[in-house]
């Protein structure tokens, strides 16, 4: 459900309160069709002289029972919803909390998902990406594309966590992992089962380093490619010594699925301190 701020005079009884919130949420049901538990509201209550407001402009004269709702949604639903959801909710306000027409003033305004949080960090869009992967889980019925925004999430799972779950069902059957053949580990992938031994560990496996960790600096969306940019904290096990360096895949797409990665490193970090023989 969008998220929803009323500011209103102060003073005001909890019956009448919960009157305004249930009227904003009825509404936001009716004519959005958000779920009715998602709810998050915040109620300001302000003094005279914190509320500064013409009282006839623009569908005035106004009263004391001035009442103003900023709803912050996910997605631009269109004039006429917009004009329904405010008709809807002028009309509740009067039928129950008996707020008049001419005192209620509605600020619609859209966020993509990327631009909020409900808790932990999370963006929306990761919230909602994984939302959708895990209902696809559950259904028998194999995936045949995939969003944007669930591919994005899925490759920074693979770079921050090492998650293959979510990736590998992305992968179409002849995708293609190019690593620079200068790495001890480099070489030509073909397929999701391929992916999956490159990934399960750590690259070059304990010949090379004896720890390895990325994180991702971003994660970048073309028109039909992704780029991750990354930051790599390493100890080779050649020296013993922690390094960090950067480097970025490039991932192509194609009908929804992965069909290609490319990895562009400074091999040189890696190749002066692989062991003898492994760098070349």
């Not at 990761?126 to 959708?132: H, L, S, V």
């Not at 380093?209 to 028109?223: A, N, P, T």
């Not at 013993?240 to 895949?249: M, S, T």
């Amino acid at each position: 459900m969008p998220f929803v701020e009323i500011s209103l005079a102060r003073g005001k009884s909890a019956e009448h309160l919960e009157a305004v919130s249930r009227a904003v949420r009825e509404a936001l049901v009716a004519e959005l069709k958000a779920d009715p538990e998602d709810v998050f509201q915040l109620i300001h209550q302000h003094d005279p002289h914190e509320r500064v407001f013409s009282r006839t402009f623009r569908g005035g004269s106004r009263s004391d029972g001035w009442t103003v709702f900023r709803i912050t949604d996910t997605a631009d639903r269109g004039t006429g919803v917009r004009r329904r959801l405010c008709e809807t909710l002028v009309r509740l306000l009067r039928e129950g909390p008996g707020v008049e027409p001419a005192d209620v003033s509605v600020l619609i305004t859209v966020v993509p998902p990327d631009g909020f949080s409900f808790a932990g960090g999370v963006l929306g869009s990761d919230a909602q990406a994984a939302g959708d992967l895990e209902a696809a889980r559950d259904k028998s019925a194999a995936r045949t594309a995939y969003t944007k925004a669930e591919m994005a999430y899925a490759l920074s799972g693979l770079f921050e966590r090492r998650d293959l779950d979510l990736i590998l069902p992305m992968l179409r059957d002849d995708f293609l992992l190019s690593v620079p053949t200068s790495l001890p580990y480099g070489g030509e992938f073909t397929g999701p089962e391929a992916f999956r031994g490159f990934f399960s560990g750590v690259p070059g496996g304990a010949e090379v380093w004896e720890s390895f960790s990325s994180g991702v600096d971003q994660v970048l969306e073309g028109d039909d490619h992704f780029t991750v940019q990354l930051t790599n904290t390493a100890v080779p096990k050649a020296t013993g010594k922690a390094l960090v360096f950067h480097n970025l895949w490039l991932f192509e797409t194609a009908d929804g699925r992965l069909v290609s990665g490319q990895l562009y490193a400074d091999t040189a970090v890696v190749t002066t301190t692989a062991p003898a023989g492994k760098g070349s």
